[in-house]
């Protein structure tokens, strides 16, 4: 089961007017991994997250979802697809008019058509999966840490139990030991759910902490997707000086220190 491809593309383009951002890009993840997808400035590391999620038409290419290409769907299959998928935006992107609570029974009571009761108790059970304090739930976002708005809305993206996480910058603006314990729950609810993940990061502890595979998005395309080991000995100017800097070294000692990384 762990060969299962949970994600295909081929050929993927995206384009803004004359600017080209993926070019013929092919990408796999397997069932059960944890992939973090990484690449500088530009590379297009969110255009490709937002494309796979369906909330970006591309130009051209097949993007295949749990087994179904998207494009050959319609409206409700479309709607069921969606509700096997949860996302977490870079800032969170919880509604500020409701409590934390209110937040992630949303899409219990929109899309599962639970009653308000019933959504807010399971919403408490999954604000607990995500190590949120009881108290969190009557919370508005703004009194929320940095650290605990990450975790709220990692509790609404895992609401409907779906098979497949896709996290973009997860770890962004936390402190290292807020960032750190994000990393472990991250890998404790993968290996209960059996969840796969799609994580876009620039966090080199990250990485070596909580991902199976690594890729590298550089000239419009996926440059390499492997293990760490592999992708940090490709020869590649952005991948040496990303690897192999002062931040990479430290990172990478800090998993040998640990134990070493998931993958």
Known sequence: MRDQLVISVRGL??????????????????????????????????????????????HSGEIRLLGE???????????????????????????????????????????????????EDLATVKLALTGLPAHAGALAPTELSGGMIKRAALARALALDPDLLFLDEPTAGLDPISAAAFDQLLITLRNAFNLTVFLVTHDLDTLYTSCDRVAVLSQKKVLVADSLDVVAATKDDWIQDYFHGPRGRAAAQAADHAGGHTG
């Open 13 to 58: 383009c995206n384009r803004f007017g004359d600017q080209v951002v993926h070019e013929d890009l092919d990408l796999d993840v397997k069932r059960g991994e944890i992939l973090g997808v990484v690449g500088g400035s530009g590379s297009g590391k969110s255009v490709l997250l937002r494309s796979i999620v369906g909330l970006q038409a591309p």
């Open 69 to 119: 290409e998207q494009r050959g769907l319609n409206e409700r299959e479309r709607a069921r697809l969606k509700h096997r998928v949860g996302v977490l935006f870079q800032q969170g992107a919880l509604f500020s008019s409701l409590t934390v609570l209110e937040n992630v029974a949303l899409p219990l009571m929109e899309h599962a058509k639970l009653p308000r009761r019933e959504a």
